[in-house]
């Protein structure tokens, strides 16, 4: 049987993968797993993004967190990285984002957590599942005054904008910011902290309407951010995706600076004000070629972890560094919050452009960009895992890997939110490295479909 969690909580399509009866047993078994060990009434910080489907899954979700219970205080409309830092601040025992981030609109997801404002290890995941397969047997739900109750909070928002100001109080005035928020999460308080700061905003895709988000805009289509900044003769472009806890930038000419150049142009800063603990930076095995270059280079180390953010925040964590991240934008600066953040990032590569005054496009100079190419094969959600027990896949990837020898790697992998097999090749000539790639996308399609 499939594990219910995969590297970013528990997601799939609202409605049916993720029903209204899965959200209220989430509820109820992470709750009880998170606050069991609470003399006090445990109480739980519940926000979501922008999809239609939110308001029915959150509402599921809390009358179970309520059923066993716990309180919850409902948020709203936050973006993921706002959750973790609510949940530390108001000293409350957990934190639940529903949302799918950059995922089409139709799907949702449930992700959790802790009372510190990181998220749960597979171990504390594996024990909310097994609640729930084992229908919860264990667990006595109280009656009368022992259930809990919802309090609704949609003021504190404004709490994490005032957070982000402190994390990074930079004057922006004169620099002129296109902003896309991909209809989601950080449409109010990205574009309120960009503001406030000074900046000359040109925000787009801030209008959601439950059916829109991440819909040709956003991270993940920046077509239109990369003409927008050219067209208003902007100093950078920003995309968010759709619960903010990632970004992508556009330079000034509409060339788009990724999460491996956001980082490292971010801790060669850091390095030079002596601020870059350990002069060590976590990616993921996604990570560009030219990272691992470019830090061999500057003297920075680069520590590379299995695909997930949450695998960053693990290395992080254990060996006391404080910056990590992956190429999609998900980037971690440890000294301000808990988990990637797509507006801190925002304003941390913002703070290197106006202290050095240097454009973006000279700062992303930093590191070459390797030629790669990622090729998205469709396949059944329950035999993602199992791609090479199908021989004649594994005998294509062998011969691909050998062909590419000394000159690149391969590297396919499970996505961990979406039924998907992701091929990533990297090699010196890009049209031979796409035309690979997408055949073995196109074979692992045809051979497990």
């Known amino acids: 049987m499939a594990r219910m969690f995969g590297t970013d909580g528990v997601r799939g399509v609202a409605g049916s993968e993720i029903?209204?009866?899965?959200?209220?047993?989430?509820?109820?078994?992470?709750?009880?797993?998170?606050?069991?060990?609470?003399?006090?009434?445990?109480?739980?910080?519940?926000?979501?993004?922008?999809?239609?489907?939110?308001?029915?899954?959150?509402?599921?979700?809390m009358a179970g967190i309520c059923s066993v219970g716990a309180n919850a205080i409902f948020v709203g409309v936050m973006p993921t990285p706002a959750i973790a830092y609510l949940t530390r601040k108001h000293k409350v025992d957990a934190g639940v984002v529903i949302s799918a981030s950059h995922n089409p609109m139709?799907?949702?997801?449930?992700?959790?957590?802790?009372?510190?404002?990181?998220?749960?290890?597979?171990?504390?995941?594996?024990?909310?599942?097994?609640?729930?397969?084992?229908?919860?047997?264990?667990?006595?739900?109280p009656i009368g005054s022992g259930v809990g109750r919802i309090d609704y909070r949609f003021d504190l928002r404004d709490e994490y904008v005032k957070f982000m100001?402190?994390?990074?109080p930079i004057d922006l005035s004169g620099m002129k910011i296109v902003a896309d928020c991909a209809e989601g999460a950080a449409y109010y308080t990205s574009i309120k902290t960009l503001q406030d700061l000074g900046a000359k905003?040109?925000?787009?895709?801030?209008?959601?309407?439950?059916?829109?988000?991440?819909a040709?805009?956003?991270?993940?289509?920046?077509?239109?951010?990369?003409?927008?900044?050219?067209?208003?003769?902007?100093?950078?472009?920003?995309?968010?995706?759709?619960?903010a806890d990632r970004m992508l930038a556009v330079d000034e000419n509409g060339n788009v600076v990724d999460g491996d150049q956001i980082m490292a142009i971010c801790a060669n800063f850091m390095k030079a004000k002596g601020r870059l603990k350990k002069e060590t930076v976590v990616v993921t095995v996604m990570s560009n070629l030219g990272f691992t270059l470019m830090g061999e280079r500057e003297g920075?180390?680069?520590?590379?972890?299995?695909?997930?953010?949450?695998?960053?925040?693990?290395?992080?964590?254990?060996n006391g560094y404080n910056i990590g991240g992956e190429q999609s934008g998900h980037v971690i600066f440890l000294d301000d919050n808990t988990t990637g953040d797509g507006l801190l990032s925002a304003l941390r590569l913002?703070?290197?452009?106006?202290?050095?005054?240097?454009?973006?496009?000279e700062l992303a100079e930093i590191m070459e960009v390797?030629?790669?190419?990622?090729?998205?094969?469709?396949?059944?959600?329950?035999?993602?895992?199992?791609?090479?027990?199908?021989?004649?896949?594994?005998?294509?990837?062998?011969?691909?890997?050998?062909?590419?020898?000394?000159?690149?790697?391969?590297?396919?992998?499970?996505?961990?939110?979406?039924?998907?097999?992701?091929?990533?090749?990297?090699?010196?000539?890009?049209?031979?490295?796409?035309?690979?790639?997408?055949?073995?996308?196109?074979?692992?399609?045809?051979?497990?479909?």
Request: aromatic share 4%; with cysteine.
């Open 19 to 61: 029903s209204v009866e899965l959200a209220t047993k989430l509820g109820q078994a992470g709750a009880y797993v998170l606050t069991r060990e609470q003399e006090h009434q445990a109480t739980i910080i519940v926000g979501c993004d922008t999809r239609i489907s939110g308001g029915m899954l959150a509402s599921a979700l």
């Open 106 to 141: 139709e799907f949702n997801g449930i992700k959790f957590f802790n009372g510190e404002g990181y998220k749960l290890s597979d171990a504390l995941e594996d024990e909310i599942e097994a609640l729930i397969r084992n229908n919860m047997r264990e667990v006595t739900l």
């Open 165 to 168: 100001k402190s994390c990074v």
């Open 201 to 214: 905003l040109v925000p787009i895709h801030i209008n959601p309407d439950g059916t829109n988000i991440n």
């Open 216 to 243: 040709n805009c956003g991270s993940t289509h920046m077509d239109e951010l990369k003409a927008r900044v050219v067209y208003e003769k902007a100093d950078i472009g920003i995309a968010f995706d759709g619960d």
């Open 300 to 318: 920075i180390c680069v520590e590379k972890t299995k695909v997930g953010d949450r695998y960053v925040l693990e290395n992080m964590l254990e």
């Open 350 to 361: 913002l703070e290197v452009m106006v202290e050095t005054k240097k454009p973006l496009s």
């Open 370 to 449: 390797l030629p790669q190419a990622l090729v998205n094969a469709k396949v059944p959600n329950h035999k993602k895992e199992n791609f090479m027990d199908y021989q004649e896949i594994a005998d294509a990837i062998a011969e691909v890997e050998k062909k590419f020898n000394g000159e690149g790697r391969v590297l396919i992998r499970p996505s961990g939110t979406e039924p998907l097999v992701r091929v990533m090749i990297e090699g010196k000539n890009q049209e031979a490295i796409e035309g690979e790639a997408r055949r073995l996308a196109e074979l692992i399609t045809e051979t497990m479909l």
